[in-house]
Nanobody, 127 residues
Framework: QVQLVESGGGLVQAGGSLRLSCAAS????????MGWFRRTPGRQRELVAG???????NYADSVKGRFTIYRDNAKNTVYLQMDSLKPEDTAVYYC?????????????????????WGQGTQVTVSS
């Protein structure tokens, strides 16, 4: 089993900064892409940013130049540095990871690739 635990959400004024963290733990063989999504009431979950294990990144247009995603592969942790926050950034932020885990089936060890989600952390930006 693999768990993703997020931290770092909270309340901040417009123009401020927050840093989100997401640590993966469990029977991890490797982590491929890690990223952050967000969801606001009445809207679908949307991609905020993603990063590969080689460091390639992708950002939503709405956060380019303001948010930075990075990861510490030794700690199986991904971060999202959010600067110049706007009220429209208010959402629940979810960590996501594409993980290859080691599993045991019928006494035989093997690898299984699955997608995992964190529990979500609230970010509120006041105007």
């Amino acid at each position: 089993q693999v768990q993703l635990v997020e931290s770092g959400g909270g309340l901040v004024q417009a123009g401020g900064s927050l840093r989100l963290s997401c640590a993966a733990s469990g029977s991890i063989f490797s982590i491929n892409v890690m990223g952050w999504f967000r969801r606001t009431p009445g809207r679908q979950r949307e991609l905020v940013a993603g990063i590969s294990n080689g460091g390639s990144t992708n950002y939503a247009d709405s956060v380019k130049g303001r948010f930075t995603i990075y990861r510490d592969n030794a700690k199986n942790t991904v971060y999202l540095q959010m600067d110049s926050l706007k009220p429209e950034d208010t959402a629940v932020y979810y960590c996501n990871a594409d993980v290859t885990a080691t599993v045991q089936t019928m006494g035989i060890m093997s690898k299984r690739r699955s997608n995992y989600w964190g529990q979500g952390t609230q970010v509120t930006v006041s105007s």
